[in-house]
Protein backbone atom coordinates (compact mmCIF):
# COMPACT_ATOMS: atom_id res chain seq x y z
CA UNK A 1 0.00 0.00 0.00
CA UNK A 2 2.90 2.53 0.97
CA UNK A 3 3.94 4.42 -2.05
CA UNK A 4 7.45 4.21 -1.24
CA UNK A 5 6.79 0.46 -0.82
CA UNK A 6 8.78 0.97 2.81
CA UNK A 7 7.36 -0.74 6.00
CA UNK A 8 5.36 1.04 8.43
CA UNK A 9 8.04 1.41 11.04
CA UNK A 10 10.78 2.89 8.79
CA UNK A 11 8.51 5.74 7.30
CA UNK A 12 7.63 6.56 10.81
CA UNK A 13 11.68 6.92 11.24
CA UNK A 14 12.70 7.74 7.68
CA UNK A 15 10.36 9.22 6.02
CA UNK A 16 9.49 13.07 5.49
CA UNK A 17 12.75 15.13 6.14
CA UNK A 18 15.36 13.88 3.45
CA UNK A 19 18.38 15.97 3.62
CA UNK A 20 20.70 16.52 0.75
CA UNK A 21 24.66 16.97 0.95
CA UNK A 22 25.88 19.03 4.30
CA UNK A 23 22.01 19.59 5.44
CA UNK A 24 21.11 18.73 9.37
CA UNK A 25 19.77 14.88 9.69
CA UNK A 26 17.47 15.99 12.27
CA UNK A 27 14.45 18.03 10.63
CA UNK A 28 15.34 21.67 11.28
CA UNK A 29 12.70 23.85 13.03
CA UNK A 30 12.01 26.30 10.20
CA UNK A 31 10.91 29.20 12.43
CA UNK A 32 10.33 32.01 9.47
CA UNK A 33 6.89 33.28 8.71
CA UNK A 34 8.40 34.27 5.47
CA UNK A 35 11.03 33.25 2.64
CA UNK A 36 13.02 34.69 0.07
CA UNK A 37 12.61 34.97 -3.66
CA UNK A 38 15.29 36.74 -6.54
CA UNK A 39 12.80 38.47 -8.80
CA UNK A 40 9.07 39.33 -8.54
CA UNK A 41 8.10 37.32 -11.07
CA UNK A 42 8.98 34.02 -9.18
CA UNK A 43 6.45 35.43 -6.05
CA UNK A 44 3.60 36.14 -8.31
CA UNK A 45 3.72 32.71 -10.34
CA UNK A 46 3.89 31.22 -6.43
CA UNK A 47 0.36 33.29 -5.78
CA UNK A 48 -1.36 32.29 -8.51
CA UNK A 49 -0.33 28.37 -7.45
CA UNK A 50 1.95 28.12 -11.07
CA UNK A 51 5.01 26.93 -9.33
CA UNK A 52 5.10 25.44 -5.85
CA UNK A 53 7.20 26.62 -3.07
CA UNK A 54 7.07 28.39 -0.01
CA UNK A 55 6.50 32.07 0.67
CA UNK A 56 4.33 32.87 3.92
CA UNK A 57 4.25 30.17 7.00
CA UNK A 58 0.45 30.64 6.95
CA UNK A 59 -0.19 29.08 3.53
CA UNK A 60 2.72 26.17 3.63
CA UNK A 61 6.02 25.66 5.71
CA UNK A 62 9.12 23.33 5.34
CA UNK A 63 9.11 21.74 8.65
CA UNK A 64 5.40 21.10 8.79
CA UNK A 65 5.20 19.65 5.13
CA UNK A 66 7.58 17.00 6.19
CA UNK A 67 5.40 15.44 9.16
CA UNK A 68 2.61 15.80 6.95
CA UNK A 69 4.66 13.76 3.93
CA UNK A 70 5.44 11.56 6.81
CA UNK A 71 1.69 10.98 7.83
CA UNK A 72 0.44 10.60 4.71
CA UNK A 73 3.40 7.96 3.60
CA UNK A 74 2.20 5.83 6.85
CA UNK A 75 -1.78 6.26 5.64
CA UNK A 76 -1.01 5.16 2.09
CA UNK A 77 -2.31 8.78 1.14
CA UNK A 78 -1.46 10.97 -2.44
CA UNK A 79 -1.78 14.48 -0.70
CA UNK A 80 -2.02 15.58 3.50
CA UNK A 81 -1.60 18.80 5.33
CA UNK A 82 -1.28 19.41 9.42
CA UNK A 83 -3.42 21.56 10.79
CA UNK A 84 -3.01 23.83 14.40
CA UNK A 85 -5.60 20.54 16.26
CA UNK A 86 -8.23 18.08 15.75
CA UNK A 87 -10.68 20.39 15.79
CA UNK A 88 -9.57 22.05 12.87
CA UNK A 89 -8.49 18.96 10.99
CA UNK A 90 -12.06 17.70 10.62
CA UNK A 91 -13.64 20.92 10.88
CA UNK A 92 -11.35 21.61 7.23
CA UNK A 93 -11.51 18.64 6.10
CA UNK A 94 -15.60 18.84 6.01
CA UNK A 95 -15.90 22.42 5.36
CA UNK A 96 -13.18 21.76 1.87
CA UNK A 97 -16.42 19.95 0.06
CA UNK A 98 -19.54 21.22 2.53
CA UNK A 99 -21.08 25.16 2.28
CA UNK A 100 -24.41 26.65 3.06
CA UNK A 101 -27.29 24.91 2.32
CA UNK A 102 -25.57 21.38 2.13
CA UNK A 103 -26.03 18.37 4.57
CA UNK A 104 -23.72 15.47 5.54
CA UNK A 105 -23.93 12.65 7.55
CA UNK A 106 -22.42 11.32 10.78
CA UNK A 107 -22.00 8.74 13.61
CA UNK A 108 -23.57 9.51 16.21
CA UNK A 109 -20.52 8.07 18.16
CA UNK A 110 -17.85 10.11 17.55
CA UNK A 111 -15.74 12.59 19.89
CA UNK A 112 -17.83 15.04 21.80
CA UNK A 113 -15.72 18.44 20.25
CA UNK A 114 -16.94 17.38 16.77
CA UNK A 115 -20.07 16.10 17.70
CA UNK A 116 -20.39 19.77 19.03
CA UNK A 117 -18.86 21.18 16.75
CA UNK A 118 -21.05 19.46 13.28
CA UNK A 119 -24.24 19.84 15.17
CA UNK A 120 -23.97 23.11 16.55
CA UNK A 121 -21.41 25.36 14.88
CA UNK A 122 -21.34 23.79 11.57
CA UNK A 123 -25.18 24.09 11.83
CA UNK A 124 -24.76 27.97 12.46
CA UNK A 125 -22.98 28.37 9.09
CA UNK A 126 -26.10 26.58 7.00
CA UNK A 127 -24.33 23.28 6.99
CA UNK A 128 -26.82 20.85 7.94
CA UNK A 129 -25.94 17.08 10.04
CA UNK A 130 -27.59 14.21 10.25
CA UNK A 131 -26.28 11.73 12.90
CA UNK A 132 -26.70 8.09 12.17
CA UNK A 133 -26.38 5.24 14.59
CA UNK A 134 -23.12 3.77 13.07
CA UNK A 135 -24.07 -0.28 13.73
CA UNK A 136 -27.89 0.27 12.08
CA UNK A 137 -28.30 -1.86 8.97
CA UNK A 138 -27.85 -0.30 5.46
CA UNK A 139 -30.73 0.16 4.70
CA UNK A 140 -31.50 2.26 8.02
CA UNK A 141 -28.32 4.57 7.19
CA UNK A 142 -29.62 4.68 3.69
CA UNK A 143 -32.45 6.82 4.51
CA UNK A 144 -30.58 9.88 5.74
CA UNK A 145 -29.39 11.02 2.58
CA UNK A 146 -30.47 13.96 0.80
CA UNK A 147 -29.86 15.23 -2.47
CA UNK A 148 -27.39 17.83 -1.37
CA UNK A 149 -25.76 15.38 0.76
CA UNK A 150 -22.09 15.91 0.09
CA UNK A 151 -19.93 13.22 2.56
CA UNK A 152 -19.98 10.97 5.13
CA UNK A 153 -17.98 11.24 8.36
CA UNK A 154 -17.17 8.46 11.25
CA UNK A 155 -14.24 7.63 13.44
CA UNK A 156 -12.47 4.26 13.33
CA UNK A 157 -12.52 3.87 17.18
CA UNK A 158 -14.92 6.11 18.92
CA UNK A 159 -13.43 8.58 21.33
CA UNK A 160 -15.08 7.44 24.33
CA UNK A 161 -17.55 4.88 23.80
CA UNK A 162 -15.06 2.79 21.66
CA UNK A 163 -17.63 1.43 18.95
CA UNK A 164 -15.57 0.24 15.46
CA UNK A 165 -16.85 1.57 12.42
CA UNK A 166 -17.32 -0.61 9.74
CA UNK A 167 -15.53 1.22 7.43
CA UNK A 168 -16.38 -0.82 4.09
CA UNK A 169 -20.33 -0.43 4.77
CA UNK A 170 -19.83 3.25 5.51
CA UNK A 171 -17.63 3.48 2.07
CA UNK A 172 -20.04 1.74 0.32
CA UNK A 173 -23.06 3.78 1.28
CA UNK A 174 -21.10 6.79 0.56
CA UNK A 175 -20.00 5.82 -2.52
CA UNK A 176 -23.44 4.63 -3.76
CA UNK A 177 -24.61 8.04 -3.26
CA UNK A 178 -21.65 9.62 -5.31
CA UNK A 179 -19.64 11.18 -1.82
CA UNK A 180 -16.78 10.75 -0.02
CA UNK A 181 -16.33 9.22 3.34
CA UNK A 182 -13.92 10.65 5.76
CA UNK A 183 -12.82 8.82 8.73
CA UNK A 184 -10.90 10.43 12.20
CA UNK A 185 -8.60 7.47 12.57
CA UNK A 186 -6.85 9.07 15.85
CA UNK A 187 -7.22 6.00 18.34
CA UNK A 188 -6.33 3.17 15.87
CA UNK A 189 -3.36 5.64 14.30
CA UNK A 190 -2.32 4.40 10.97
CA UNK A 191 -0.02 1.39 13.01
CA UNK A 192 -3.07 -0.36 13.42
CA UNK A 193 -5.38 0.55 10.73
CA UNK A 194 -5.16 2.19 7.49
CA UNK A 195 -9.15 3.31 6.32
CA UNK A 196 -8.06 3.97 2.92
CA UNK A 197 -7.41 -0.02 1.90
CA UNK A 198 -11.07 -0.43 3.58
CA UNK A 199 -12.54 1.93 0.97
CA UNK A 200 -12.32 5.23 2.79
CA UNK A 201 -11.42 8.61 0.70
CA UNK A 202 -10.17 10.85 3.60
CA UNK A 203 -8.35 10.34 7.17
CA UNK A 204 -8.16 12.92 10.03
CA UNK A 205 -5.91 13.08 12.70
CA UNK A 206 -5.90 14.62 16.42
CA UNK A 207 -2.04 14.14 16.52
CA UNK A 208 -2.51 15.49 19.84
CA UNK A 209 -3.07 11.86 21.37
CA UNK A 210 -0.70 8.64 20.01
CA UNK A 211 0.90 10.53 17.56
CA UNK A 212 2.51 12.99 19.24
CA UNK A 213 2.30 10.03 22.30
CA UNK A 214 3.98 12.59 25.09
CA UNK A 215 1.38 15.44 25.39
CA UNK A 216 3.59 18.16 24.19
CA UNK A 217 1.34 19.88 21.06
CA UNK A 218 -2.21 19.91 20.19
CA UNK A 219 -2.32 19.62 16.35
CA UNK A 220 -4.24 17.75 13.61
CA UNK A 221 -4.10 16.32 10.47
CA UNK A 222 -5.32 15.82 6.51
CA UNK A 223 -4.85 12.74 4.49
CA UNK A 224 -6.10 12.59 0.76
CA UNK A 225 -6.31 9.12 -1.06
CA UNK A 226 -6.68 10.71 -4.23
CA UNK A 227 -9.20 8.17 -5.08
CA UNK A 228 -12.45 9.92 -5.22
CA UNK A 229 -13.23 11.33 -8.81
CA UNK A 230 -14.36 14.98 -8.34
CA UNK A 231 -15.33 15.21 -11.71
CA UNK A 232 -17.17 12.51 -12.52
CA UNK A 233 -19.66 13.62 -9.71
CA UNK A 234 -19.17 17.64 -10.50
CA UNK A 235 -22.65 18.65 -10.17
CA UNK A 236 -22.03 18.10 -6.05
CA UNK A 237 -18.71 19.50 -6.14
CA UNK A 238 -18.48 22.42 -8.18
CA UNK A 239 -15.95 24.02 -5.73
CA UNK A 240 -13.41 21.54 -6.60
CA UNK A 241 -14.38 21.03 -10.25
CA UNK A 242 -15.23 23.96 -11.09
CA UNK A 243 -13.04 27.86 -11.73
CA UNK A 244 -11.88 29.74 -8.15
CA UNK A 245 -12.54 33.43 -8.67
CA UNK A 246 -9.85 33.68 -6.03
CA UNK A 247 -7.53 31.99 -8.45
CA UNK A 248 -7.91 33.64 -11.57
CA UNK A 249 -10.02 31.01 -12.49
CA UNK A 250 -7.98 27.67 -11.59
CA UNK A 251 -10.03 24.54 -11.08
CA UNK A 252 -8.40 22.23 -8.35
CA UNK A 253 -9.48 19.11 -9.80
CA UNK A 254 -8.06 19.78 -13.57
CA UNK A 255 -4.99 21.42 -12.39
CA UNK A 256 -3.86 19.14 -9.40
CA UNK A 257 -5.13 15.88 -10.33
CA UNK A 258 -4.92 13.80 -6.55
CA UNK A 259 -3.61 16.55 -4.57
CA UNK A 260 -7.15 18.71 -5.13
CA UNK A 261 -8.84 18.49 -2.13
CA UNK A 262 -5.57 19.12 -0.07
CA UNK A 263 -4.33 21.89 -2.49
CA UNK A 264 -7.96 23.60 -2.07
CA UNK A 265 -8.12 23.25 1.73
CA UNK A 266 -4.61 25.05 1.80
CA UNK A 267 -4.98 27.65 -0.77
CA UNK A 268 -8.50 28.25 0.38
CA UNK A 269 -8.82 27.34 3.94
CA UNK A 270 -5.27 28.02 5.68
CA UNK A 271 -5.29 31.12 3.46
CA UNK A 272 -8.83 32.54 4.80
CA UNK A 273 -8.95 30.73 8.45
CA UNK A 274 -4.89 30.14 9.32
CA UNK A 275 -5.50 27.45 11.82
CA UNK A 276 -1.53 26.23 11.15
CA UNK A 277 0.77 24.30 13.60
CA UNK A 278 3.75 26.30 14.95
CA UNK A 279 6.63 24.42 13.11
CA UNK A 280 8.29 24.05 16.76
CA UNK A 281 5.03 21.93 17.12
CA UNK A 282 4.92 19.78 14.00
CA UNK A 283 9.01 19.51 14.90
CA UNK A 284 7.53 17.87 18.38
CA UNK A 285 4.95 15.84 16.59
CA UNK A 286 7.86 13.98 14.54
CA UNK A 287 9.50 13.15 17.42
CA UNK A 288 6.41 11.18 18.36
CA UNK A 289 6.31 10.04 15.19
CA UNK A 290 9.34 8.59 15.29
CA UNK A 291 8.88 6.10 18.03
CA UNK A 292 4.81 5.64 17.22
CA UNK A 293 5.16 2.05 15.44
CA UNK A 294 7.27 1.03 18.80
CA UNK A 295 4.97 2.95 20.97
CA UNK A 296 1.06 1.39 19.52
CA UNK A 297 1.79 -2.21 20.20
CA UNK A 298 3.01 -1.80 24.06
CA UNK A 299 -0.19 0.52 24.28
CA UNK A 300 -2.27 -2.01 23.36
CA UNK A 301 -0.82 -4.84 24.75
CA UNK A 302 -0.67 -2.87 28.26
CA UNK A 303 -4.59 -2.41 27.55
CA UNK A 304 -5.29 -5.76 26.86
CA UNK A 305 -4.20 -6.61 29.55
CA UNK A 306 -5.92 -3.97 32.14
CA UNK A 307 -8.89 -5.14 29.99
CA UNK A 308 -8.83 -8.76 31.24
CA UNK A 309 -8.29 -7.74 35.05
CA UNK A 310 -11.16 -5.53 34.97
CA UNK A 311 -13.46 -8.26 32.97
CA UNK A 312 -12.70 -9.98 35.87
CA UNK A 313 -13.07 -8.03 38.93
CA UNK A 314 -16.18 -8.52 40.47
CA UNK A 315 -16.54 -4.89 41.24
CA UNK A 316 -16.56 -4.20 37.62
CA UNK A 317 -20.19 -3.77 35.90
CA UNK A 318 -18.86 -3.56 32.64
CA UNK A 319 -15.59 -3.61 29.99
CA UNK A 320 -15.50 -1.84 26.72
CA UNK A 321 -12.23 -3.01 24.91
CA UNK A 322 -11.78 -4.21 21.14
CA UNK A 323 -9.49 -6.51 21.92
CA UNK A 324 -11.75 -8.41 24.36
CA UNK A 325 -13.25 -12.01 23.07
CA UNK A 326 -15.79 -10.64 24.66
CA UNK A 327 -16.15 -7.25 23.24
CA UNK A 328 -19.35 -6.70 20.50
CA UNK A 329 -16.78 -4.97 18.02
CA UNK A 330 -13.64 -8.31 18.35
CA UNK A 331 -14.68 -9.71 15.26
CA UNK A 332 -14.85 -6.76 13.13
CA UNK A 333 -11.46 -5.17 15.02
CA UNK A 334 -9.82 -8.65 13.79
CA UNK A 335 -11.21 -7.98 10.65
CA UNK A 336 -9.90 -4.06 10.08
CA UNK A 337 -6.90 -4.13 12.49
CA UNK A 338 -3.57 -5.33 11.99
CA UNK A 339 -3.40 -8.48 14.11
CA UNK A 340 -6.91 -7.24 15.82
CA UNK A 341 -5.02 -4.22 17.42
CA UNK A 342 -6.67 -1.50 18.90
CA UNK A 343 -5.39 1.03 20.86
CA UNK A 344 -4.58 1.59 24.40
CA UNK A 345 -7.95 3.01 25.70
CA UNK A 346 -10.31 0.80 27.70
CA UNK A 347 -13.80 2.16 28.84
CA UNK A 348 -15.45 0.48 31.58
CA UNK A 349 -17.93 1.28 34.53
CA UNK A 350 -18.19 0.20 38.15
CA UNK A 351 -21.10 -1.43 40.15
CA UNK A 352 -23.03 0.84 42.44
CA UNK A 353 -22.75 3.86 39.47
CA UNK A 354 -21.32 7.79 39.38
CA UNK A 355 -20.17 8.28 43.35
CA UNK A 356 -18.45 4.46 43.68
CA UNK A 357 -16.65 5.48 40.04
CA UNK A 358 -15.40 8.81 41.26
CA UNK A 359 -14.14 7.09 45.21
CA UNK A 360 -12.08 4.71 42.88
CA UNK A 361 -10.97 7.31 40.51
CA UNK A 362 -9.83 10.05 43.70
CA UNK A 363 -8.12 6.82 45.20
CA UNK A 364 -5.84 6.36 42.29
CA UNK A 365 -1.75 7.24 42.39
CA UNK A 366 -0.26 6.07 39.28
CA UNK A 367 -2.71 6.89 36.94
CA UNK A 368 -3.53 10.77 36.95
CA UNK A 369 -6.67 12.48 36.42
CA UNK A 370 -6.20 14.45 33.15
CA UNK A 371 -8.81 15.27 30.38
CA UNK A 372 -6.05 13.89 27.59
CA UNK A 373 -6.19 10.69 26.60
CA UNK A 374 -4.05 8.27 24.36
CA UNK A 375 -0.55 9.28 26.12
CA UNK A 376 2.77 7.40 26.92
CA UNK A 377 1.40 7.88 30.91
CA UNK A 378 -1.61 5.85 32.06
CA UNK A 379 -4.72 8.61 32.57
CA UNK A 380 -7.89 8.88 33.74
CA UNK A 381 -11.24 10.33 32.34
CA UNK A 382 -14.33 10.42 34.16
CA UNK A 383 -17.13 12.44 31.03
CA UNK A 384 -20.00 12.75 33.26
CA UNK A 385 -18.11 14.94 35.98
CA UNK A 386 -15.44 16.60 33.34
CA UNK A 387 -15.92 16.40 29.49
CA UNK A 388 -19.88 16.09 29.51
CA UNK A 389 -20.58 17.67 32.85
CA UNK A 390 -23.49 19.91 31.43
CA UNK A 391 -25.13 16.78 30.13
CA UNK A 392 -28.61 15.58 32.75
CA UNK A 393 -27.61 11.15 32.86
CA UNK A 394 -30.88 11.25 30.52
CA UNK A 395 -28.66 13.01 28.11
CA UNK A 396 -25.00 11.30 28.69
CA UNK A 397 -27.22 7.99 27.82
CA UNK A 398 -28.44 9.50 24.59
CA UNK A 399 -24.80 10.44 23.78
CA UNK A 400 -23.68 7.11 24.40
CA UNK A 401 -22.22 7.84 27.32
CA UNK A 402 -22.98 5.76 30.63
CA UNK A 403 -22.76 8.14 33.69
CA UNK A 404 -20.86 5.65 35.30
CA UNK A 405 -18.42 5.73 32.48
CA UNK A 406 -14.48 5.33 33.20
CA UNK A 407 -12.34 6.09 30.12
CA UNK A 408 -8.95 4.30 31.15
CA UNK A 409 -6.24 5.56 28.95
CA UNK A 410 -3.35 2.59 29.21
CA UNK A 411 0.33 4.43 28.81
CA UNK A 412 3.58 2.28 28.39
CA UNK A 413 4.85 1.73 32.02
CA UNK A 414 5.02 -2.31 32.98
CA UNK A 415 1.45 -2.71 33.50
CA UNK A 416 1.92 -4.78 36.54
CA UNK A 417 2.29 -1.59 38.17
CA UNK A 418 -0.56 -0.16 36.16
CA UNK A 419 -2.92 -3.14 37.53
CA UNK A 420 -1.32 -2.56 41.05
CA UNK A 421 -2.72 1.29 41.13
CA UNK A 422 -6.26 -0.40 39.97
CA UNK A 423 -6.38 -2.37 42.61
CA UNK A 424 -5.48 -0.02 45.09
CA UNK A 425 -8.39 1.81 43.59
CA UNK A 426 -10.88 -1.08 44.27
CA UNK A 427 -9.51 -1.74 47.80
CA UNK A 428 -10.83 1.55 48.54
CA UNK A 429 -14.57 0.93 47.54
C1 LIG B 1 -9.07 14.64 20.70
C2 LIG B 1 -9.80 14.24 19.50
C3 LIG B 1 -10.19 15.19 18.54
C4 LIG B 1 -9.92 16.66 18.71
O1 LIG B 1 -8.57 16.90 18.60
P1 LIG B 1 -7.79 18.14 19.29
O2 LIG B 1 -6.40 17.90 18.86
O3 LIG B 1 -8.01 18.04 20.76
O4 LIG B 1 -8.38 19.38 18.71
C5 LIG B 1 -10.83 14.72 17.40
N1 LIG B 1 -11.09 13.41 17.22
C6 LIG B 1 -10.74 12.48 18.15
C7 LIG B 1 -11.07 11.05 17.90
C8 LIG B 1 -10.09 12.86 19.31
O5 LIG B 1 -9.75 11.93 20.21
Redesign the pocket.
Known amino acids: MQKNNKHLGTICVQEGWKPKKGESRVLPIFQSTTFKYDNTQQMADLFDLKASGYFYTRLQNPTNDAVAAKITALEGGAAGMLTS ?6 FYAVFNICEAGDHFISAST ?2 G ?2 FNLFGVSMKKLGIDVTFVDPDAPEEEIEKAFKPNTKCVFG ?1 TI ?2 PVLSVLDIEKFARLAHRHGVPLIV ?1 N ?2 PTPINCRPFEWGCDIVTH ?4 YMDGHATQ ?3 AIVDSGNFDWDAHADKFPGLTEPDPSYHGLAYSKAFGKGAYITKATAQLMRDFGSIPSPHNAFLLNLGLETLHVRMPRHCSNALAVAQYLSENPEVAWVNFPGLKSDKYYELAQKQFDGGQSCGVVTFGIKGGRERSIKFMDSLKLTAIVTH ?2 DARTCVLHPASHTHRQLSDEELIAAGVRPDLIRYSVGIEDVEDVIEDLETGFKSL
Request: hydrophobic share 30%; glycine share 16%; charged share 10%.
Open positions: SGQAANIYGTEANDTFSTTKVGGVA
